[in-house]
């Protein structure tokens, strides 16, 4: 599933000051250095002053320290632009795992009730799954990255119960078999020994 708008917008929105920082911190370093070209700041200019020179050269000192201070801004903006991107990937991986775990269970439920079963509490887990699968798209699609993640580790739980519970059944049915079987034998004895009571009781009377 693809967020909309384009990633950069996005980006720069989830960057939101840094980034804003960092633009305005290097068109004044840029206005700045092309300032210094201007003759009251041109070393190459003669008859200088050893006092001018100073002047110059504080000047520059005074640009380059602005220079490190974007470059540093810089720095702090890509560094959150690469976690950002992270943390997208991360959430649509989360997401597109956790739609191929909803497929897969839903698969087994719905060949588990063909089968003859009615899978009431597998059917209940995958309506909690689709749910919150939904919900992990909708955050998925509102840039709401790390509930996205959340929501899909939910559907991911809820879609294995779904499958595990609509598993279980076809072992549930062969242990209500064998009871109900031992259980029919268990009768049996129990009538076959009132019979002989009974006809003991008839020949003492």
Known sequence: MQCRGSCPRRIRHCCGGDFAKAKTAHDTAAEDYTGLGKAANDPDRPRLS???????????????????G?????????????????????????????????????????????????????????????????????CLEKRRYALAMTSAKDTKTLAGEAGEAAARLPGMRQEIEAGVAGLTERVERVKSLIVEGRTLFERLS
Not at 51 to 66: F, N, S, T, V
Not at 124 to 131: G, I, M, P, V
Request: no cysteine; charged share 30%.
């Open 50 to 68: 050893e006092a001018e020179y100073a002047q110059i050269a504080e000047a520059y000192e005074r640009l380059l320290e602005w220079v490190r």
């Open 70 to 138: 974007v470059d540093r801004l810089k720095q702090a903006v890509e560094q959150r632009i690469a976690s950002i991107k992270e943390t997208m990937e991360q959430s649509r991986g989360a997401v597109a795992e956790a739609t191929a775990a909803l497929e897969t269970a839903t698969a087994e439920v719905v060949r588990i009730k063909e089968s003859g079963f009615k899978a009431v509490s597998a059917d209940q887990a995958l309506e909690k799954a689709r749910a919150s699968l939904a919900e992990a798209t909708g």
